[in-house]
């Protein structure tokens, strides 16, 4: 590795001159700038940042805990690592439990704390939590990406409400008039946008409730409710539900001779890679994971920065998109 004593037999001047113009610190000559500039350049000589930063007692690090390995955040860790690299800082990403992310964040802390992170980012759901990053703001530089507004937090969102609402105001432009939606346990979020949508275009609430937590007890249940409509005597003309869900209706249609979409259309939530790969392919909302992770990286070097005023929260929404293939 180029150290600054290569730089200085490298151009016959002093380290400490070498030093000063590499840091634009005190009076160098433009000549002498030049000279040092071309040395760095042509010995490829990079500065060791840790130790600039062990002297300065100064952390370049960004800790990352999650309380899913879901692949979905998985795609916002690599933007949030993208962006931290290009401001001279490393990423390390941490999981909690996902059976008791409260316990497992809080055993996870004191280590984490004891490496002194310049700011941590919290991709996390659960009210405990979030009161948890309530605490921790007053400490150093925190963010939240969560599935909600969290007011008095610096947080980046998903719009999913706005997500279900484009795509039942989509699905009213082909021409469907009984749009259903499918209450699974985690969609308490998305409902809100559902019924502004069907308020808005005069339509009937039709709401299929459905109780299964696990995918493979989700994917049967859409089985089950696929082959229930088919014998209805007024089935809904179009559901917007989850992508795991789906999957199970459209089996179920299509054993049961229901063909999408000409006779009913099926749209998703999550573009999960599955998606593609259905059949008919299924139209869905896709999650922007690479922009909530840039939003978040961006919004905590603000912090980092001294930007903004520690006691002025942000939340940043980032809307979904409608990704049309042939289910709808």
Do not use: W
Request: aromatic fraction near 4%; glycine fraction near 6%; hydrophobic fraction near 40%.
């Amino acid at each position: 590795m180029t150290t600054l004593k290569d730089i200085a037999r490298e151009t016959g001047l002093s380290m400490n001159t070498v030093s000063r113009a590499i840091r634009q610190s005190g009076y160098i000559s433009p000549r002498t700038a030049e000279r040092v500039r071309a040395a760095v350049e042509r010995l490829d000589y990079h500065p060791n940042r840790a130790a600039q930063d062990l002297r300065r007692r100064r952390s370049r690090q960004i800790m990352v805990i999650a309380e899913s390995h879901d692949s979905l955040h998985i795609e916002k860790l690599a933007a949030i690592r993208r962006y931290a690299a290009r401001r001279g800082y490393i990423m390390s990403a941490h999981f909690t439990s996902e059976d008791n992310p409260q316990d497992s964040f809080r055993a996870l802390l004191p280590d984490l704390l004891g490496q002194t992170p310049a700011g941590l980012i919290l991709i996390a759901t659960s009210e405990a939590v979030i009161d948890e990053a309530r605490a921790l703001r007053r400490k150093l530089p925190c963010v939240m990406v969560s599935f909600d507004r969290v007011p008095d937090i610096d947080c980046v969102y998903i719009d999913r409400a706005g997500g279900v609402r484009e795509a039942i105001h989509y699905l009213h432009r082909q021409g469907r008039r009984r749009i259903a939606f499918c209450d699974l346990p985690n969609t308490r979020n998305r409902k809100p946008g559902y019924l502004r949508a069907i308020s808005e275009l005069d339509l009937p609430e039709l709401i299929l409730p459905c109780t299964a937590q696990t995918l493979p007890e989700i994917r049967r249940e859409g089985e089950r409710l696929a082959r229930r409509l088919a014998t209805a005597d007024h089935p809904p003309d179009a559901i917007q539900t989850s992508d795991y869900m789906a999957a199970g209706l459209l089996a179920g249609f299509a054993a049961a001779g229901i063909r999408v979409p000409e006779e009913i259309a099926v749209v998703g939530f999550d573009d999960r890679e599955l998606a593609g790969m259905l059949n008919p392919p299924l139209t869905t909302l896709a999650q922007p994971n690479v922009e909530v992770g840039t939003a978040c990286a961006r919004m905590l070097f603000t912090r980092l920065e001294g930007k903004q005023r520690e006691e002025t929260p942000e939340n940043v929404a980032v809307p979904m998109r409608l990704v049309i293939r042939n289910s709808a």
